[in-house]
């Protein structure tokens, strides 16, 4: 990109650019953040990059070496970055020497990395060589755009975000379990890129047992095929089927099947020969417990996990605390029936004062349906 502007532009034009390169990393740089970087020198662009995937070159590296592929010299620019320039050895060599070697003469962040052992000292060190820094400009965008990798680094567990699609009033199948499809093809559509972005999916064995699900991340013909996320089935019993597509599938080694310790050891064993299991412990209902779940899933470096299970497993991640963003898709129908399975099942709150509180509220029509999502507030 080769913009010239008539005057110098304000700061915020050209990050609002390096936040747009980050978001080209979307679902394919965890457990990493995405980050996107633009060089600017006399008004013009020089160069940019966004962080692509884990292990390859950061934005910043991109970015410098797209300037020194045009020719330009980058001595004196100024470096947008969405994120604060990395200060250690990972995968790849710390940003901040590159940018110090470059001669880069500013260093506009939006966003302090929230690793605290990291936090702020790609920012001491820069300075110290005599490069200017500023911190904080468009930091809520570039929040919200890695907020998986905010959570997973401050709690070591995934960002779990609950999907459901749904009519009008609330309901996600009959009573008969008919529920393909309640919404059009233009959301499934737009639903499919929040599975880009997650590391696992997750339901609950009823909804192996009534829709044998693939969970998978599908693509448009022509397009590159898509990073597949782990398939997470909580199974107390082990009454997955041995002939289920998650069990079957070329993508049978990214599943996993949590049970407990009453499942029958000989399901257990004959499922261990086709996908993961783990035992996990029981929570006060009998059932797998999703904490333990969540703490073992963040070991693994899973950022973020989706939700996609039935009624019952929505609320017991809703309800019991453990998510974090709510994505819906509300269907112009009516369903009716005391039958009918809910979105959200459970107990549910015994008053309106413990009823769960959404924030940040975002919505929009797609094709025929409407997209909602919200932050969950927590205690």
């Known amino acids: 990109m080769r913009t010239r502007a008539k005057d110098v532009a304000p700061d915020d034009v050209w990050m609002a650019r390096a936040l747009a390169l980050a978001r080209r990393g979307w679902g394919r740089t965890s457990p990493n953040p995405m980050v996107g970087a633009v060089l600017v020198r006399n008004g013009r662009v020089i160069g940019e990059g966004w962080h692509r995937r884990a292990g390859m070159p950061h934005a910043e590296i991109e970015a410098l070496r797209a300037a020194k592929k045009a020719g330009y010299s980058t001595r004196g620019a100024d470096l947008y970055v969405t994120l604060e320039p990395c200060c250690t050895h990972g995968r790849t060599p710390p940003c901040v020497d590159a940018i110090t070697a470059a001669g880069i003469r500013r260093v506009i962040a939006a966003s302090r990395d929230i690793n605290p052992v990291h936090a702020g000292k790609g920012f001491r060190l820069l300075q110290k060589a005599g490069v200017e820094t500023s911190v904080g400009l468009m930091s809520a965008d570039a929040d919200r755009l890695n907020e998986f990798f905010r959570h997973w680094i401050v709690h070591r567990q995934p960002f779990v975000t609950v999907k459901s699609a749904m009519t009008l009033d609330g309901k996600i199948a009959t009573a008969r379990g008919e529920s393909k499809w309640i919404t059009g093809p233009e959301a499934r559509a737009h639903a499919m890129r929040l599975r880009r972005s997650a590391d696992a999916m997750l339901v609950g064995v009823s909804t192996v047992l009534a829709d044998d699900p693939s969970l998978t991340v599908r693509t448009r013909a022509g397009t590159p095929a ?35 310790s009453r499942a029958p050891q000989t399901r257990i064993r004959r499922l261990s020969e086709r996908v993961r299991v783990w035992t996990a412990p029981e929570d006060a209902e009998k059932q797998v417990s999703i904490p333990w779940v969540l703490s073992r899933l963040g070991e693994e470096s899973i950022t973020h996990v989706l939700v996609e299970g039935g009624g019952e497993v929505a609320a017991s991640f809703l309800l019991g605390g453990h998510a974090s963003r709510f994505w819906g898709y509300y269907a112009p129908r009516i369903l009716g029936g005391r039958a009918a399975i809910k979105a959200s099942g459970g107990k549910g709150a015994a008053s309106l004062r413990e009823a769960l509180r959404l924030t940040d509220l975002e919505y929009q029509r797609v094709g025929t349906d409407l997209w909602v999502t919200a932050r969950i507030e927590s205690d």
């Open 226 to 260: 898509a990073r597949q996320p782990a398939r997470v089935v909580l199974d107390s019993r082990a009454r997955t089927p041995l002939n289920a597509k998650v069990v079957t599938d070329a993508h049978a080694d990214r599943t996993l099947i949590v049970v407990t």
